[in-house]
């Protein structure tokens, strides 16, 4: 089932300002000029015609091929996902810029429901390839190499073998699969079309959001008070969402019999469980002296008796609230990314001179930011939803970070060129350091660097510590929705069971809060995606260790491991850089460079 674009980054923005300067906006017509294009209708007509010529070439005989023969098969495979994903990420971005619209919803259901239609005929290609034997699929690689570049995508297919159910049943379920799908537009429209009256002021949800990094605390807690609001009227429709999703995953997990509700995300991680495992238990252990031990610095700052949930996201009383205009935002990000290495900029400069990037915030487009990767003969496309916050800066920088990554992956093909998740946060967090440093060099006094300091620890927290409690809360959620229907209060409680623990004694939690769980996208396109953030966050932060001591060629290793897409695992990309994740010590590592922040921190308040 091909998936549509979702928002990967849960960044706090709102409504445009002239303060801004010209704002980028996407130019679709690289994969089509308009949704009546001709190409467009072209490659439907294909997809219709290749889609039941391939499956009437090769089911049921895929064992039977010689290792030329299973090339030709797999080429095909890779053209008919080529073509499919550009037709599905048109449709997909065109809603994303204004999903409050019925026509482009209709035009993308409409596009998704003649693809599914088109390719349930080739379910057959990957329960084949796990029928083939394994001496038989090894010989196949010995004498053709150009086949033999594929294996890693036959070993994540072979992966799912022991959850294969029949042919009959593989090909219902993903003809089913627009089901859920209706499940997620009705999430993305709700949240889309939900409005916010803070001050008299009528907002979208982005908006609102973003009051929660205003200076002034009054104007905090009223945003925060009317999301608890806006949520609680709205608690059934994402409690009637949640407890659907979770049950059909429940369903197909246990018909699959996977051993647990993660156990498919790991594999499309290409991640072992207890990789996974050793990341959150290293969190966790790290919660008192990361995140309690900086809001405890915070409410100091602050100079509160008590934290309340909207100060958590407040700049400092010393902190320059000035806007970053776009101009500003782009000369900081392509500065910190050409003095890296200038082959980076290089990379990043055609997002934003070639319409690759939709920065402002406009009624009815998606929330929050992400990097699209479309097809390796295109482009990735970026979107934002920019306000000048120098938080914002740093999500320009972590989408860039994606979309470079994609533009290198995509020598790879079609078929190679997806990063698991785990990896996928690699360059984007690597993007968002680099322009952290480079900031930090910058800092004229103590009182810059302190800000600059703690608005990255900030970030990592909410990126670690805050991501880890979400996973958890997913735990819980889907452990609880296979004993039974979840009522709001019950899901409500699950989350409220994880806030205290990862954020720490210097908060009080005001009364609506517990409903907050319901505007997070990841929950409901992509179960246990969430830990991705702070695995990719720990990672880069050891990766970064071995770049501040000056490693040799560590940027030629770099680009080397972007540049390997899907084509590897974790441990083999990691091994040029001395680095291990399956080694627990490893977290410790990346954990430590949060831990040796506060301490700067620490000691500035005791100079």
Same mark, same amino acid.
């Given at each position: 089932?091909?998936?549509?674009?979702?928002?990967?980054?849960?960044?706090?923005?709102?409504?445009?300002?002239?303060?801004?300067?010209?704002?980028?906006?996407?130019?679709?017509?690289?994969?089509?000029?308009?949704?009546?294009?001709?190409?467009?209708?072209?490659?439907?007509?294909?997809?219709?015609?290749?889609?039941?010529?391939?499956?009437?070439?090769?089911?049921?005989?895929?064992?039977?091929?010689?290792?030329?023969g299973?090339?030709?098969?797999?080429?095909?495979?890779?053209?008919?996902?080529?073509?499919?994903?550009?037709v599905?990420?048109?449709?997909?971005?065109?809603?994303?810029?204004?999903?409050?619209?019925?026509?482009?919803?209709?035009?993308m259901?409409?596009?998704q429901?003649?693809?599914?239609?088109?390719?349930?005929p080739?379910?057959?290609?990957?329960?084949?390839?796990?029928?083939?034997?394994?001496?038989?699929?090894?010989?196949?690689?010995?004498?053709?190499?150009?086949?033999?570049r594929?294996?890693?995508?036959?070993?994540?297919?072979?992966?799912?073998?022991?959850?294969?159910?029949?042919?009959?049943?593989?090909?219902?379920?993903?003809?089913?699969?627009?089901?859920?799908?209706?499940?997620?537009?009705?999430?993305?429209e709700?949240?889309?079309?939900?409005?916010?009256?803070?001050?008299?002021l009528?907002?979208?949800?982005?908006?609102?959001?973003?009051?929660?990094?205003e200076?002034?605390?009054?104007?905090?807690?009223?945003?925060?008070?009317?999301?608890?609001?806006?949520?609680?009227?709205?608690?059934?429709?994402?409690?009637?969402?949640?407890?659907?999703?979770?049950?059909?995953?429940?369903?197909?997990?246990r018909?699959?019999?996977?051993?647990t509700?993660?156990?498919?995300?790991?594999?499309?991680?290409?991640?072992? /469980?207890?990789?996974? #495992?050793?990341? $959150?238990?290293?969190?966790? @252990?790290?919660?008192? =002296?990361?995140?309690?031990?900086? !809001? *405890?610095?915070?409410?100091?700052?602050?100079?509160?008796?008590?934290?309340?949930?909207?100060?958590?996201?407040? /700049?400092?009383?010393? #902190?320059?609230? $000035?806007?970053v205009?776009? @101009?500003?935002?782009? =000369?900081?990000?392509?500065?910190? !990314? *050409?003095?890296?290495?200038?082959?980076?900029?290089?990379?990043?400069?055609?997002?934003?001179?070639?319409?690759?990037?939709?920065?402002?915030?406009?009624?009815?487009?998606?929330?929050? @930011?992400?990097?699209?990767?479309?097809?390796?003969?295109?482009?990735?496309y970026?979107m934002?939803?920019?306000?000048?916050?120098?938080?914002?800066?740093?999500?320009?920088?972590?989408?860039?970070?994606h979309?470079?990554?994609?533009?290198?992956?995509?020598?790879?093909?079609?078929?190679?060129?997806?990063t698991?998740?785990?990896?996928a946060?690699?360059?984007?967090?690597?993007?968002e350091?680099?322009?952290?440093?480079?900031?930090?060099?910058?800092?004229?006094?103590?009182?810059?660097?302190?800000i600059?300091?703690?608005?990255?620890?900030?970030?990592?927290?909410?990126?670690?510590?805050?991501?880890?409690?979400?996973?958890?809360?997913?735990?819980?959620?889907?452990?609880?929705?296979?004993?039974?229907?979840?009522?709001?209060?019950?899901?409500?409680?699950?989350?409220?069971?994880?806030?205290?623990?990862?954020?720490?004694?210097?908060?009080?939690?005001?009364?609506?809060?517990?409903?907050?769980?319901?505007?997070?996208?990841?929950?409901?396109?992509?179960?246990?995606?969430?830990y991705?953030?702070?695995?990719?966050?720990?990672?880069?932060?050891?990766?970064?260790?071995?770049?501040?001591?000056?490693?040799?060629?560590?940027?030629?290793?770099?680009?080397?491991m972007?540049?390997?897409?899907?084509?590897?695992?974790?441990?083999?990309?990691?091994?040029?850089?001395?680095?291990?994740?399956?080694?627990?010590?490893?977290?410790?590592?990346?954990?430590?460079?949060?831990?040796?922040?506060?301490?700067?921190?620490e000691?500035?308040?005791?100079?």
């Amino acid at each position: 089932m091909l998936q549509l674009p979702f928002p990967v980054r849960d960044a706090n923005a709102s409504s445009g300002s002239d303060e801004l300067g010209n704002l980028p906006e996407w130019d679709l017509t690289d994969l089509y000029a308009a949704d009546d294009a001709p190409e467009l209708t072209r490659d439907l007509d294909w997809l219709a015609q290749e889609c039941s010529a391939f499956a009437s070439d090769y089911e049921g005989k895929l064992a039977d091929l010689d290792a030329e023969g299973l090339l030709n098969c797999v080429l095909r495979n890779e053209k008919i996902n080529a073509i499919a994903g550009r037709v599905m990420s048109y449709a997909g971005l065109r809603y994303y810029q204004l999903t409050t619209d019925a026509e482009r919803a209709k035009f993308m259901s409409d596009c998704q429901e003649k693809i599914t239609i088109f390719t349930t005929p080739l379910v057959f290609f990957t329960l084949e390839i796990n029928r083939i034997e394994d001496e038989t699929l090894a010989a196949h690689f010995a004498t053709n190499s150009d086949l033999a570049r594929y294996k890693p995508v036959f070993d994540r297919i072979r992966a799912m073998k022991p959850y294969q159910l029949s042919d009959e049943l593989e090909r219902f379920l993903h003809d089913l699969g627009v089901v859920g799908d209706a499940w997620e537009r009705l999430f993305d429209e709700t949240i889309a079309g939900l409005t916010f009256t803070v001050d008299g002021l009528e907002l979208n949800i982005e908006g609102t959001l973003n009051l929660l990094t205003e200076q002034d605390r009054n104007k905090r807690e009223a945003a925060s008070r009317e999301l608890a609001r806006v949520f609680q009227d709205n608690v059934k429709t994402f409690a009637r969402v949640h407890n659907t999703q979770a049950k059909e995953k429940e369903i197909l997990d246990r018909w699959r019999g996977m051993p647990t509700p993660q156990t498919g995300r790991h594999l499309s991680n290409d991640v072992e /469980p207890e990789v996974v #495992e050793a990341l $959150r238990e290293a969190v966790v @252990a790290a919660y008192p =002296k990361l995140s309690h031990r900086y !809001y *405890e610095l915070k409410r100091k700052w602050l100079g509160l008796d008590r934290m309340q949930v909207w100060d958590r996201n407040a /700049p400092l009383p010393m #902190e320059d609230t $000035r806007v970053v205009d776009w @101009a500003q935002a782009e =000369k900081t990000v392509m500065e910190a !990314y *050409e003095a890296f290495d200038p082959r980076m900029g290089e990379l990043a400069a055609p997002f934003f001179s070639k319409g690759w990037i939709d920065a402002g915030v406009k009624p009815g487009k998606a929330p929050g @930011a992400f990097a699209h990767p479309t097809v390796t003969d295109v482009h990735p496309y970026v979107m934002l939803n920019y306000l000048g916050k120098p938080r914002d800066v740093m999500t320009l920088a972590h989408e860039l970070g994606h979309g470079v990554h994609q533009v290198l992956a995509a020598e790879q093909g079609e078929m190679l060129s997806s990063t698991p998740l785990t990896l996928a946060e690699t360059a984007s967090v690597f993007g968002e350091m680099l322009t952290f440093r480079k900031m930090l060099e910058g800092a004229e006094t103590k009182e810059q660097r302190k800000i600059l300091l703690a608005g990255k620890v900030e970030d990592m927290i909410n990126t670690v510590v805050r991501q880890i409690a979400f996973y958890d809360f997913e735990c819980k959620l889907h452990a609880a929705r296979a004993e039974g229907e979840l009522t709001p209060d019950d899901i409500n409680a699950l989350w409220m069971s994880v806030q205290a623990e990862s954020l720490g004694e210097a908060f009080d939690f005001m009364e609506g809060y517990e409903t907050f769980w319901c505007y997070v996208p990841h929950f409901v396109h992509s179960p246990f995606y969430v830990y991705a953030y702070a695995f990719g966050d720990g990672l880069v932060n050891a990766l970064y260790s071995v770049y501040a001591e000056g490693g040799e060629g560590f940027e030629d290793k770099y680009f080397d491991m972007l540049k390997a897409g899907g084509s590897k695992h974790h441990k083999e990309l990691l091994a040029p850089f001395g680095l291990d994740a399956s080694d627990p010590k490893f977290w410790d590592k990346g954990l430590s460079m949060i831990s040796e922040m506060i301490d700067e921190l620490e000691a500035m308040e005791e100079a």
